[in-house]
Every structure is written in C-alpha cells, then in structure tokens.
C-alpha cells in the first residue's frame, strides 16, 4: 500500500550508482513497488520533532532491538548440543566490536512507537532525493503494526553531541512483509528526511551507494551504536567477518560474528573498504542461544522496492 509523499528537496548525487570492482553493481532506478507501504509524516510532527529530542530525552531512549523480541521468539530455533553457543562458520564464537571514530554519513536514529522512546542506528544512503536513510524495519514500524513519531536522524553522533544537526523524517517507508507481516527476512526501513537550509542530508554528510541482489556469504564491515551492557551507546562501534547463513532460526537473513548489542540495529554493513564500501544490509537481530552473532536481512527485490520508493 502506498500514501502521498510530502514533497522535499531533491538533488542528484554524483557518482551514486559506482559499479564495484568485484562487479557487483549499485542499484539503478526501478519502477517503484505497489506493495511498499509509504507513510506521509504530518508537516507539523515533521517540524515538531527537529526540536523535540534533547540530549537528556536522547540518553532515556531505549535500545529499538525490543521491539523485535516478539518476532525472534516465533523463529524455530534449535539449541545447541550440550548448551554451547552455535558459532558462525569461520568465526571466532564472539568476535568483540572496537570503537571507531565517528562517520559523518552513520548515526543513530531517535523515534516514538506506543509513546514509548526507541533509539537505533542508521546511515545516510545514495538517492534520488538526496534525503534517505537506512535503518532496520523495526526501527520506524513496529512490524507489524504503526509507523513511529517524532523520528530523527543524528549523523555523528558522538556522546550526545549532534555536530550535523537533527534531521527529521518525512516519510517513512518498508516492505509490506515487514510492516503488515512483521517477517524478520524483511526487517528493513528507510526514512526520507527534510532538508536544512537548502541543503539536502547527503550534500551535508555524504552518502554510501546501496547493492543488491548480490551473492551470499560476502564479507562485510557491521557499523553500529550499542547501547545495551557493555557498551552505553555514546560511540560508534565497527565488526568485520564473513557472513553465514542462520542455521538456528531458518531466516533468509546472513550472520556475521560480533557482539554489538541493542542500539546497533539498523547500523549499516558494507561490503568493500569499511564505511567507504557500499551497504548491502542491516544489523536485525541475534540469538540468545547464539550468543555474539549479529544477522542482517539479505537484500533482494523486496527490500529494493522500498528503497525505490523513498528515493524518488
């Protein structure tokens, strides 16, 4: 299903659509995808929300990842002979996350779902509109169920300080698998911001171009702001690893070792050269009988659609 589109200011970034060296191809424009559910943000909760998350109420937000416990607790999960953790193929059982410098394109984002306050982590993507940020699809619906409010992009975040500003959403916008089915194979979101003193969001902090369709099993760089023990969501976190598929859950998501906790979701993986690379997934989710496993949806047709729509 999809509703109008406030209108916003569009740019053209250039070199959005690199081919890699590896030859995998940054996604070009498709037709936009009818079964993608677009939510028009109200202009008076748009300008409300650029204003409305102080560093306190930032610091009170709560980690998104509970909003996906529901979804994770259905999987058909398969405990582990003589309760040890399942490791991913190649993989260290825990592989710790190291702290990295902030990215100016990667931040958290601070939204409202049932009048409670979530945080999440997200990244500023190649677009049409210049404007579009990716997250997890529990980090703007609750999947199923209502779109968030008062939903704010803080690129380079670094212990409370917002150095770029707050961006507002928009629109917000998820694969209808996610937002009327609440199935974690499409738990991916993206946001359409507004634009600030003229300037869209990638002219400001730049953009990372988007792939999919690709092969699995590639290896990726997994971005994040963990907030849950031991880390306190201040700094951004960095994992690298070759991703696996679930073998407790049977999702079509990938696995990668790294124990970033909750506040990480939505924070993007790149395959390439760290953050410079090109984002081909999400942090979604992980196992308790898994323990330091991260997985992130594999980016096909369905997930494409949905950026699609918010780009143009």
Known sequence: MRRSIQAITTATIAGAMLALGSGMAVASPAPADPDVDAFSVPASETAAAATAWSPERMQAALPGDELVLDQIDELSTTAAPDGEAVTVAGEQPVLQATRVDPVSHIGKVFFTIGGVDYVCSA???ASANGSTVSTAGHCLNEGPGEFASEFVFVPAYLDGAAPYGQWPAVELVAPTQWTDEGDIDHDTGFAVVASQGGRTLAATVGASGVAFNQSTGLGYTLYGYPAASPFDGQTLQ??????????????????VSCDMTGGSSGGPWFVGSGSSGVQNSVNSFGYDAQPGVMYGPYWGSVIQGAYEEAQA
């Open 238 to 255: 960095q994992c690298a690893g070759t991703a696996s598929r679930d073998r407790l859950g049977g999702t079509t998501s990938q696995g």
């Open 123 to 125: 990244n500023s993507v």
